[in-house]
């Protein structure tokens, strides 16, 4: 009896001697799956960077000219042109100039804008809230509206309802976005005249408080809507393909055995299950939002980062094109790590198959 028990014993320990090490090595390998996930957003950053930093200097000729352009010799002085190349060591080896590149980075240097006479940076950043203000209320709005829409239909499939915003959703989507807002420019402020042509703000106003959120919002609205008339119909079309295969699942049988409610089973079990792809349209979704607010901040010459780009394509301002589009991409690359870490939040499973 004693021998039995010591066996059991022995067996025992060595059963919990594997399970430590099976768990020691899953700890090690998710550790290492981590690891991975994050260095390959790294590489992808220092690839951004290095493209950023190469492209310039590989132009034949003189580096403070290749990246300033010849337009920037007849208004640079001699003191500020001598003070840039030291800044971003331009006389000196390239291995110099990219440890100097990724410094003045991390300081927040982009470069001097010759045709603003200021840094880079803080042109952008004067420009950058109204693009935010912009995008991310059109952004949130659509994929709401259109998310909301998308359950709705999906799960309403063949009705009426269902067949009425396909239909109109569809038609929309076949419009490009500066084309919806200069119909919208057209119709609501040339015919109208009920909203502002231009500006986030009306100038000389002298507005302030609850009267300037009025001016900036009655400014906002027409190019706002323009973008989210577009921009819904991508969210309503991924939710509703979503919902209709997701009624089908073992989950949602169970569920209705169980005596769910419908509303319940519309928006608690299927509705949050098509969630993920709707996460993951929004982040790959945001490289034509910025290109979409490109052509809309020009048509309704919305001060944002769009106009700015556009001016500065005009100019020739290559300093500011270029650290334009570096915030830009590195933007989009923080925004799809961003999604990729909620998605992983929204299903667990994505986990297991990394």
Request: aromatic share 10%.
């Amino acid at each position: 009896m004693r021998e039995l028990q010591a066996q059991n014993q022995r067996s025992r320990l060595k059963l919990e001697a594997k399970a430590a090490k099976a768990k020691l090595a899953l700890s090690e390998f998710i550790q290492l799956r981590r690891v991975t996930f994050f260095s390959n957003y790294a590489l992808a950053l220092f690839i951004i960077l290095t493209l950023n930093f190469a492209l310039p200097r590989l132009m034949p000729g003189d580096p403070f000219q290749a990246i300033y352009g010849e337009e920037a010799l007849l208004v640079i002085t001699p003191e500020l042109e001598a003070e840039i190349i030291q800044r971003f060591s331009l006389d000196k080896s390239m291995t110099e100039q990219f440890a100097a590149y990724i410094f003045a980075l991390l300081r927040g240097d982009l470069g001097y804008s010759y045709y603003y006479s200021e840094g880079v940076l803080d042109v952008i950043l004067d420009f950058l809230p109204w693009t935010l203000l912009l995008t991310g209320s059109a952004l949130i709005i659509s994929t709401l509206i259109g998310l909301f829409l998308g359950i709705t239909s999906g799960y309403r499939r063949g009705k009426a309802l269902d067949k009425g915003l396909l239909a109109l959703l569809m038609f929309l989507n076949g419009f490009p976005d500066f084309f919806v807002g200069i119909l919208l420019l057209i119709v609501f402020g040339v015919t109208l005249g009920i909203v502002p042509l231009s500006g986030a703000i009306t100038p000389y106003s002298g507005f302030g408080g609850i009267n300037l959120v009025k001016d900036i919002l009655h400014h906002l609205i027409t190019p706002m809507t323009s973008l989210v008339l577009v921009w819904i119909s991508t969210t309503y079309l991924l939710a509703r393909n979503t919902m209709v295969t997701i009624l089908g699942e073992g989950f949602i049988v169970t569920a209705r055995a169980k005596g769910c409610r419908e509303r319940e089973i519309e928006y608690r079990h299927a509705g949050r299950s098509s969630l993920l792809p709707v996460v993951t349209s929004t982040g790959l979704h945001i490289p034509h939002l910025i290109t979409g607010a490109l052509f809309i901040e020009i048509v309704f010459s919305y001060p944002g980062v769009g106009l700015l780009l556009y001016n500065s394509l005009l100019t020739r301002d290559y300093p500011m094109i270029q650290g334009i589009l570096l915030m830009v991409t590195v933007s989009v690359l923080i925004v799809n790590l961003m999604v990729d870490l909620l998605y992983q939040k929204l299903d667990p499973r994505v986990n297991n198959a990394r």
